[in-house]
């Protein structure tokens, strides 16, 4: 696309937006008219879809030797879901003269197919930026002695007065089972977790506190490389089973729970976990208390309500020196496993996150936001979740980027689900395993397609988040314009830069997409994977606080980064 193009807007208004640019002028004149601009709970985001069931992994259960459960029993994607909001109003450029004071904003809001997203809706717009100018001669103001910004009709416009959660980063687990040599190799290690060309930008990698402290040695040295060479890693630890001795079934399969009368121990055995890796030169982060206290299986597990967890971290949480503490990790994210110690008053300071998975929560009415814990000041983590439906029975197209059916599956529900998580302001996503044949990264199972050690077409989609939304920043308010409707657009500030990224499902392409920051942005860099590109460089205009995006392909993950 020429230069020339991006120009144009200033000149003429489509119908939409010279409707918009009228009531923005009609506002400035008369002052009352027009709605009110009180804004709605951000956090607030209802369910807008049931989704269809959850289909079973295809190979989940019993690890065999060597084997692993690697593949969840119940990774159902829970149905689509298709985002069609469009904007109502943006509020427009405030015109000049006058006092100089600017136009009043309409307060636009989002209205989809999938119900009110108050969160995400439109921005309440201050009516944009006014120039004061010098005194005119005849009384007044709104001179031209500072030269008049350049206008553009903005599709995406990013408030940073508006603030949501802040961003803790996204990741992946190691592998969890088996041997020492089944770990990642170093030059994985860098693919996760740097931020150059051809790596993920993987801020938290997820490990197993293994019952057995003789096989904690084994993810020493992807631990203690992932944290010299990445920037910004943190280690997130998660107990699958006590030690056998400790619960009802003496076993670590099969369910069974923690008995009472060694929660004292249990706790030391978390310490001591954290302590060995500290001899080791890996600080652990964080620590979970237990991994899927609801779900049964007959490979590592452990039982637990929502009560015990209130038990245990009333008299033992302390004994756990060092790492934020995390509960519960339920499979469906139920919030019956983390009320009750929420609800606590002394419990409720005794631990700093809550945690949970997605495994068929988007059917049972549970991907939603969590008003309670984020009332408690608690930060909220999605830490487990894959998906796989799209090679049916099992086949080799993973490691075929272009493969439609891989492409759609990552599209419309991996990326769409990181896309949502932000909207409903949980503050990290951790992906299963990294290393998988479904994953960021290939495998090397001939009978799925991969290469060993191969950056798949999911690790580039995953990685437009990940590589560029930093462990610290701030999700703040974003409006889309209706002429991109068909794009859900989250926006990031942080380090001086201000990150957006755009999720397109439609069918439709979007050229010169303008976004708008309050302050000029003097860099910019845009990046985009599709089924037919990786990560692949967006031309990007710079015209005073606009960055216009040369396009936005169908059916694609679009990241622009700006510096101001």
Same mark, same amino acid.
């Given at each position: ?37 009180? %804004? ?39 149905? &689509? ?17 006058? $006092? ?19 969160? $995400? ?33 903005? =599709? ?42 051809? %790596? ?63 929660? =004292? ?34 490979? =590592?597990?452990?039982?637990? $309500? ?26 469906? &994210?139920?919030?019956? &496993? ?27 009415? #549970? &991907? ?44 419309? %529900? ?42 798949? #077409? ?107």
């Amino acid at each position: 696309m020429q230069a020339h193009r991006h120009l144009e807007k200033q000149h003429i208004l489509s119908p939409p937006r010279f409707g918009r640019w009228l009531a923005a002028l009609l506002l400035a004149v008369l002052p009352g008219c027009g709605p009110g601009s009180d %804004e709605q709970n951000p956090t607030t985001f209802p369910a807008t879809d049931g989704g269809g069931l959850g289909v079973l992994g295809a190979t989940g259960g019993s690890p065999e030797a060597g084997a692993t459960p690697s593949d969840h029993p119940i990774a159902g994607s829970g149905g &689509f879901f298709i985002d069609t909001s469009v904007d109502l109003a943006s509020g427009g450029i405030a015109p000049r003269g006058g $006092t100089g004071g600017g136009g009043a904003g309409i307060s636009g809001e989002t209205i989809g197919t999938g119900g009110t997203v108050p969160g $995400t809706g439109g921005d309440l717009a201050s009516g944009g930026t006014a120039t004061s100018g010098g005194a005119g001669d005849t009384g007044g103001s709104g001179g031209t002695d500072g030269g008049t910004p350049p206008t553009l009709d903005a =599709d995406i416009t990013v408030s940073p007065g508006t603030k949501y959660q802040v961003i803790d980063g996204f990741g992946a687990a190691l592998p969890m089972w088996g041997s020492a040599s089944d770990m990642w190799t170093t030059d994985e290690v860098h693919k996760f977790v740097g931020t150059g060309e051809g %790596e993920l930008g993987l801020s938290l990698l997820r490990t197993i506190i293994d019952p057995d402290s003789n096989r904690w040695s084994y993810a020493v040295a992807n631990l203690t490389e992932a944290k010299s060479y990445g920037e910004h890693v943190r280690i997130v630890a998660s107990p699958w089973s006590p030690p056998a001795n400790m619960k009802s079934n003496n076993s670590t399969k099969d369910g069974g729970s923690l008995l009472a009368q060694y929660y =004292d121990n249990y706790a030391v055995h978390l310490n001591s976990y954290v302590q060995y890796m500290a001899a080791q030169g890996v600080t652990i982060d964080v620590v979970s208390i237990q991994n899927e206290p609801d779900w049964s299986p007959d490979y =590592d597990g452990c039982e637990w $309500t929502g009560e015990q967890f209130r038990v245990f971290l009333s008299e033992n949480a302390a004994a756990i020196n060092g790492p934020k503490l995390m509960i519960a990790e339920s499979l469906q &994210f139920t919030r019956g &496993f983390t009320d009750p110690s929420l609800n606590d008053s002394i419990v409720v300071n005794n631990f700093d996150i809550v945690g949970g998975h997605l495994y068929g929560a988007e059917t049972a009415g #549970k &991907f939603v936001a969590y008003p309670l814990a984020e009332q408690k000041g608690k930060r909220i983590w999605m830490t487990e979740w894959l998906i796989h439906d799209a090679d049916g029975s099992g086949s080799n197209i993973w490691g075929d980027g272009s493969n439609q059916a891989v492409w759609d599956e990552t599209l419309d %529900e991996v990326i769409r689900y990181v896309d949502r998580s932000m909207q409903i302001n949980w503050s990290a996503f951790i992906w299963w395993w990294g290393r998988r044949f479904y994953s960021f990264v290939g495998d090397g199972e001939a009978a799925f397609g991969t290469i060993k050690g191969q950056v798949l #077409k999911r690790g580039y989609a995953f990685s437009q988040y990940a590589k560029f939304v930093r462990p610290g920043y701030t999700r703040v308010r974003t409006a889309t314009d209706s002429a991109v409707s068909g794009l859900s657009a989250t926006a990031y500030q942080g380090e001086d830069k201000i990150v957006v990224v755009m999720l397109n499902r439609s069918i439709a392409e979007h050229d010169d997409v303008v976004i708008a920051i309050p302050n000029d942005v003097t860099f910019a860099q845009a990046y985009v994977t599709s089924r037919t590109a990786d990560q692949q460089a967006v031309t990007v205009t710079l015209t005073g606080h606009y960055a216009t995006l040369d396009n936005i392909p169908a059916r694609s993950v679009a990241t622009v980064v700006m510096s101001y």
